[in-house]
């Protein structure tokens, strides 16, 4: 059985835990693979490594590409996969977004990096309770809460729903992985989520 995972996805960390100056903040990957690709398979193990010693300080999410070569779980949602590469303007694998900043890959994600942001507090926090209606049907409800003042600017929110994790026994695609973490399944807003004025 599928375990799928919503997670939230921000221009900013997104945060569960409020102290007097704001709201814990988290690091978000976005990280950008294909099951076809090399360098994927050499990279990713160690990124992965990283995330799992980080649970409790990040969120991952993982886009698979049309590219290289032959990858299902690109192929079970095409073209919003394809939304967020072009957002981010992706143009090889692996690549990986830390919090909105290109790393370039996988490999330059570091415990600094990680131990620097979380250092810091964010302006809000946000809650979600899911609820399952059905095998293929649930609910999602999330809750967005200000603490002190918020920057100016349009600020967005997307929703994705994420598979935590993947084995598929054999390697689907020609790179030799397997398993599979974290692997973005279908956005709940929309990809180009209209922004959200702050109060």
């Known amino acids: 059985m599928k375990n799928f995972l919503p997670l939230i996805l921000l ?4 945060t569960l835990i409020v102290n007097a100056q704001g709201a814990k ?3 978000l990957f976005e990280h950008f693979t294909n ?6 398979a050499t990279l990713n193990p160690a990124f992965q490594a990283l995330y799992d010693q980080n649970e409790t300080k990040a969120h991952h999410i ?3 590409t049309s590219w290289p070569g032959f990858d299902p779980m690109y192929q079970s949602n095409t073209s919003e996969s394809t939304n967020r590469v072009q957002y981010y303007g992706v143009s090889g694998v692996p690549d990986m977004i830390r919090s909105g900043t290109d790393l370039d890959g996988p490999g330059a994600a570091t415990q600094a990096d990680i131990d620097m942001i979380t250092s810091q507090t964010s302006p809000i926090s946000i809650s979600v309770e899911q609820s399952k209606k059905s095998d293929t049907e649930g609910k999602v409800d999330i809750t ?9 600017g349009n600020w ?3 929703t994705a729903v994420v598979e935590k994790y993947l084995d598929y026994g054999s390697a689907p695609g020609s790179n030799g992985e397997t398993d599979f973490p974290n692997i973005f399944r279908k956005m709940i807003t929309e ?3 209209a922004g959200l004025a702050p109060p």
Do not use: E, L, Q, W
Request: with cysteine; hydrophobic share 40%; aromatic share 10%.
């Open 11 to 14: 221009m900013f960390a997104s």
């Open 25 to 27: 903040k988290y690091v």
């Open 35 to 40: 099951a076809s690709c090399p360098p994927c």
């Open 62 to 64: 993982a886009y698979h």
């Open 144 to 152: 967005v809460t200000t603490h002190g003042d918020m920057p100016n």
């Open 156 to 158: 967005v929110i997307r």
């Open 191 to 193: 990809a180009s989520a």
